[in-house]
């Protein structure tokens, strides 16, 4: 069973920047897709950016040119680097395959962008 750690959230000023990490207990490279996911209070968890095995990636138009994902097969992250922050990434930013296994949730980093 493969557990995922997800790390490096915090409170940010709109403008800043934040490195998240999902770290993973065993190999991801099992997992073709790799993606982060984010959760806000009374919304969705919504599906914010993801990268296959081989480095291709997508993004939501609402991050597209201010976040970045990444992923080391070899260390078992997944990294998302997120700059110009605005109020509206604040959010659970948690990890998971594409499409979701439900039993890879993990307890998420919370991001706060405010002034």
């Known amino acids: 069973q493969v557990q995922l750690v997800e790390s490096g959230g915090g409170l940010v000023q709109p403008g800043g920047s934040l490195r998240l990490s999902c770290a993973a207990s065993?190999?991801?490279?099992?997992?073709?897709?790799m993606g982060w996911y984010r959760q806000a209070p009374g919304k969705q968890r919504d599906l914010v950016a993801f990268?296959?095995?081989?480095?291709?990636?997508t993004y939501a138009d609402s991050v597209k040119g201010r976040f970045t994902i990444s992923r080391d097969n070899v260390q078992n992250t997944v990294y998302l680097q997120m700059n110009s922050l605005k109020p509206e990434d604040a959010a659970v930013y948690y990890c998971?395959?594409?499409?979701?296994?439900?039993?890879?949730w993990g307890q998420g980093t919370q991001v706060t962008v405010s002034s």
């Open positions: 998971n395959a594409v499409p979701i296994l439900e039993a890879l």
């Open positions: 065993r190999s991801i490279f099992r997992f073709n897709i």
């Open positions: 990268i296959t095995s081989g480095g291709s990636t």
